[in-house]
C-alpha cells in the first residue's frame, strides 16, 4: 500500500489534485477522465473516488486552491493608496504575476468553462464577475480623473480582461523575454489603448 494514497489522505488528495492540473493543461478538463487521473498515479479508478465525487469536484478544489482567492488580492490593491494611475498598473501587475504563479490551474479556469455543470459554470462566472466588477470600478475612478477615453467602460473592461486572460495561452516562462519585460509590454498597450498614456501614467 503506497501511504502518499492510501495512509497520508491530504498528501493523497493534494497529488491527485497536481495530476489533474496537469492533465486538464496538456488535455484540457473534457479530454480528462478519472481513469487518466488515476492511471497517473499508478492508483486505482476508486481510489480517486474516496477523495472527490467526480471529475467537477476535482476541477472545483483546483480552483478553490488558487483562481478563486484572485478576486480577493484584486480588491486589496484595489483599495490600496496611491494614484489612479499608479494603482491600476499594479493591480494589472498583480494580476499577470498570479497568472504566471498558477499558469496551468488559470488556464483551465478560462478556457473549460463549456463543459462544466450549472454548478459549475456558476462558480466560474462568479469569481469573474467579481474581477470584472474591480475592473470596472478603477475604470470609472480613472474616468472621473478625465483619463479615461470612452465612455464604455465596461466593455473597456471586457476588453483589458481579455488581454491579459489571452496571455494564458501563449506565454512561455522560459522564452526570451522575462515575464516583467512581457508584462510591461501589455501594460503598456493596454494604457495606451484606454488613456493614450505611457505605463509611467502622467508623463
Given at each position: 500500500m503506497d501511504a502518499s494514497i492510501d495512509g497520508n489522505g491530504e498528501g493523497a488528495r493534494d497529488q491527485l489534485i497536481r495530476v489533474a492540473i496537469d492533465l486538464f493543461a496538456e488535455n484540457g478538463y473534457a479530454g480528462t477522465s478519472i481513469r487518466d487521473i488515476a492511471k497517473r498515479t499508478g492508483k486505482s479508478v476508486s481510489n480517486v473516488y474516496h477523495y472527490f465525487q467526480n471529475k467537477e469536484d476535482l476541477w472545483l478544489a483546483i480552483i478553490g486552491k488558487t483562481v478563486n482567492e484572485l478576486p480577493e488580492k484584486l480588491r486589496k490593491v484595489a483599495l490600496s493608496e496611491g494614484e489612479p494611475v499608479e494603482r491600476f498598473v499594479r493591480l494589472m501587475k498583480t494580476h499577470l504575476a498570479e497568472g504566471v504563479n498558477f499558469q496551468q490551474e488559470t488556464?483551465?479556469?478560462?478556457?473549460?468553462?463549456?463543459?462544466?455543470?450549472?454548478?459549475?459554470?456558476?462558480?466560474?462566472?462568479?469569481?469573474?464577475?467579481?474581477?470584472?466588477?474591480?475592473?470596472?470600478?478603477?475604470?470609472?475612478?480613472?474616468?472621473?480623473?478625465?483619463?479615461?477615453?470612452?465612455?464604455?467602460?465596461?466593455?473597456?473592461?471586457?476588453?483589458?480582461?481579455?488581454?491579459?486572460?489571452?496571455?494564458?495561452?501563449?506565454?512561455?516562462?522560459?522564452?526570451?523575454?522575462?515575464?516583467?519585460?512581457?508584462?510591461?509590454?501589455?501594460?503598456?498597450?493596454?494604457?495606451?489603448?484606454?488613456?493614450?498614456?505611457?505605463?509611467?501614467?502622467?508623463?
Open positions: 488556464k483551465i479556469f478560462f478556457i473549460n468553462e463549456g463543459s462544466l455543470s450549472p454548478q459549475g459554470r456558476t462558480s466560474n462566472r462568479r469569481i469573474q464577475k467579481e474581477i470584472l466588477d474591480i475592473y470596472v470600478g478603477q475604470l470609472r475612478l480613472l474616468q472621473s480623473h478625465g483619463l479615461i477615453r470612452t465612455k464604455n467602460v465596461k466593455i473597456l473592461a471586457f476588453n483589458i480582461l481579455g488581454v491579459l486572460n489571452w496571455h494564458l495561452r501563449w506565454f512561455n516562462n522560459e522564452g526570451e523575454l522575462s515575464a516583467e519585460d512581457v508584462h510591461n509590454e501589455m501594460i503598456d498597450f493596454i494604457l495606451y489603448g484606454s488613456c493614450g498614456l505611457p505605463r509611467d501614467g502622467m508623463k
